[in-house]
């Protein structure tokens, strides 16, 4: 795939990014992977296929598959009240005096109304038990299902809700659930030293060009274990791990022999659960269990099949799942200042090149 690499390296010469690793892959093996540029400008360290990224956002499908695995086992349903497992979350009313009562599958989709901590309560809660108060203690934004309104407190709820229903801390749930049977053994909310080595540098354009950016603090694995595994968007990984979850979602659920999920489960995740409800970041999208699924292709999705499902990250990270083509497309950058991560000429040129190598 000369073309991906020529149009990934592209990119790069023209300063929108430092450096990228894309994967793109079928139900059964990786057809392209590559990296280009660099992970650390100022040192000029060579970008490396192992390099750890930040995926943020991207952490949202696995936490809604973290939930669907225990739908699976019969332990919860998406149309629980949330306040079933949080009763913190009991007699939510909106501003006005109206009451709520989020379902988990309300969670799932933005639909929950929840509102968001400060940056300071976030960075005062050191586990998902004690940021549940934060975002509980406050008003509704919405009624239940009224709007659809990106909410990182919903999915939060949902990695509470899982260390609730299972009697486990959600990163070990994770680990040993998800990330250990799908060797996926660069994915942790907890990044050790030789996974932190390897991570690619953050970098934003100013003045044309680009400068060294910070990790947000709430985020930061350099704060080590002092802070909560965020199913919001906590988790670090590199592009072949986020590859072996991508593909065991084209096989609906299964991977080398390992089920993780059911094939129903597989379909709910990636159906339209948003009703007509206007929803994501880029027009013609609609809203799955956990994911962005794309209703009418255009603009940056327009190379994709309707019905592709999948997540970007605030960092420009992208992986998107075509189930109709049989394709998954994992991009992995560290820009901070993208004008609209989901939309970017990068994510575009990428997957249009991809998708015309495929088609071949």
Known sequence: MKSVSEALQAQVEQGEVAGAVALVATPDRIAYFAAC????????TPMSKDALFWIASMTKP??????LMLRD????????????????????KTADGRTGSPT??????HTSGLAEPTEQESLSAHTLAELVPHFASKPLQSLPGERWQYSQSGINALGRIVEVVSGRSFSDFLRDRLFVPLGMKDTAFYPDAAQRARLAKVYRRVDGRLEEAKLPPVYDCARGNDRYPAGNGGLYSTAADYGRFCQMLLNRGTLEGQRI???EAVAAMSAVQSGELKTGFTDGMAWGLGCGVVRQPQGVTEMLSPGTFGHGGAFGTQAWIDPVR?????????????????????RRAFQAAAAKELAR
């Open 37 to 44: 540029g660099q992970s650390d400008v100022a040192a000029k």
């Open 62 to 67: 696995v936490t809604a598959c973290a939930i």
């Open 73 to 92: 086992e019969g332990k919860l349903s998406i149309d629980d009240p949330a306040s079933k497992y949080l009763p913190e979350l009991a007699g939510l």
């Open 104 to 109: 988990l599958k309300h969670l799932l989709t």
């Open 261 to 263: 999920l059911s094939p």
């Open 326 to 346: 049989g394709v998954a497309y994992v991009l992995m950058v560290q820009r901070a200042d993208f004008p609209n991560s989901d939309a970017s000429g990068l």
